[in-house]
Each structure stands twice: as structure tokens, then as C-alpha cells.
């Protein structure tokens, strides 16, 4: 078994729409970035790739036209299945979502299923958690939000024939 973390930070953009979990959040300013600025898949994309020692998101998913507005539950998907290919499966997905606003709890359900279905794992090894800072840092003075995320990650064991 190994344990990966991840940990991601965008600030707003009024210009975006707010993707977490692959949802659209209409209540809030979107995220500055390059994808869809999704800092919960990133930061779930990174734990994934930490505990099978890939690289970094940055590695795999460079600043360049192919990645640019591209959803991150496809960059989620690709990172799960590398992460198969190198021998790992994903046990479960811990995470927790920094924000001061808006309210996460009517889109959590739908973001758990969208996590599962790109990592393809059951919905029930999936949790999403939201917290604020009480006002305090960037997060508390609303000029971004930031998502961390807990992996654990079971080697794959293959039976002879």
C-alpha cells in the first residue's frame, strides 16, 4: 500500500464559471487557469500520482494547447489509469474542498459521483468534505479556493494462469 497527497490553489476569475468535482457551481466566480481550474480533481489528481511516485500534475499535464480548457475529470480519469498501468489501484479518495462560499453541500453528491466514475471506483471509497478558514488567509479573504486530497493507493497483485 502507499499513501499519496495532493494540495491545490486557484484564484478567482469572474470571467470563468466555478467547476469543482466536474460540477458547475453557478453561485460562485470561476477559477483562473489553464483547464477548467478544477482544484478539487487537481488536488485529487496529485495525491493519485504522489502515492504511485508519477510526477507531479504539472508533468503530465503541461501549460500547453492540449490541455487548454480541458475538463479536469478527463486529466482525473488519465491520472487513475496511469496510475493503474504502473500497478497501483486506488483503495479510496479522501478530500476537502477550502473556501469561504459558496455552500458545497447540494453538489457533493453529484461531485463524489463524477470523481468515481473518472478514478472507477466505487462512489462509497469517495469523500468530499468543504471547510472554510473563518475569514482568515487568501481562502477567508475570497481570492481563491484550495482543495487537498488523501490517497490510499493497493498494488495490483496478478495471479499466474
Given amino acids: ?3 499519496g497527497s495532493g494540495f491545490d490553489v486557484h484564484a478567482f476569475d469572474p470571467t470563468r464559471t466555478l467547476i469543482l468535482g466536474g460540477v458547475e457551481v453557478p453561485e460562485g466566480p470561476g477559477l483562473a487557469g489553464h483547464s477548467d481550474a478544477d482544484v478539487l480533481c487537481h488536488a485529487i489528481a496529485d495525491a493519485i500520482l ?3 511516485r508519477l510526477g507531479d500534475l504539472g ?3 503541461p501549460n500547453d494547447p492540449k490541455w487548454e480548457q480541458a475538463s479536469s475529470l478527463v486529466i482525473l480519469g488519465a491520472t487513475a489509469e496511469a496510475a493503474r498501468d504502473a500497478g497501483w489501484v486506488i ?3 479522501d478530500s476537502t474542498v477550502i473556501a469561504e462560499g459558496p ?3 447540494p453538489y457533493k453528491a453529484e461531485m463524489i459521483a463524477n470523481i468515481a466514475t473518472a478514478t472507477q471506483i466505487d462512489q462509497s471509497f469517495v469523500s468530499v468534505k468543504a ?3 473563518d475569514g482568515l488567509g487568501f481562502t477567508g479573504r475570497r481570492e481563491g479556493i484550495a ?3 488523501t490517497v490510499l493507493l493497493d498494488a495490483i497483485v496478478l495471479k499466474n494462469p
Fill in 131 to 133: 471547510t472554510t478558514t
Fill in 147 to 149: 482543495a487537498m486530497a
Fill in 59 to 61: 508533468s503530465l499535464f
Fill in 50 to 52: 504522489g502515492g504511485a
Fill in 1 to 3: 500500500m502507499r499513501v
Fill in 103 to 105: 455552500k458545497l453541500t
Fill in 91 to 93: 483503495g479510496n479518495i
